[in-house]
C-alpha cells in the first residue's frame, strides 16, 4: 500500500504536542490565499470539510484536500513537515508554537501510481 500523504518525524512530533494541548485533530491542505499553500491544522469541526477528499491521515488525524487541490496534486504524494516559522496570516493550531507545517512532495513512481490510480478519482 501506497500512502499519499505522509509525515515526517518533525511533524510528527508537532502534531504530538498539538493533540496534548487540543486533543482530536484534523488537516487541510489549503489552496493558497492569504496562508501559501500549506497544510492546517484545525480541531474537528472548525472548517467544512463536505465534499473534500480524504487523502489519508498522520499522526492518526484525518488529512483533506478540496478536489481542486486533489486534482492537481493526484500525481504526487504530500510529505508533511514541521519548521521553525510562523506562518503569515495562518489560523493553523501550530502557529502559537513558533512552528509551521510544510508541504513537501514527490511524484509516485509508475509502480506506486499503477497501485493508485483507480483508488481515487
Known sequence: MVDRVIATEAALALIELLRAKHGELMFH???GCCDGSSANCYLPGEINVGGDVLLGEIG??????????YTYWKHTQLIIDAVDACGAGSFSLEEPEGKSFLTR????????WSLLKDSLS
Open 29 to 31: 491542505q489549503s489552496g
Open 60 to 69: 492518526g488525524c484525518p488529512f483533506y484536500i478540496s478536489p481542486s487541490q
Open 105 to 112: 512532495s514527490r511524484l509516485f513512481t509508475d509502480e506506486e
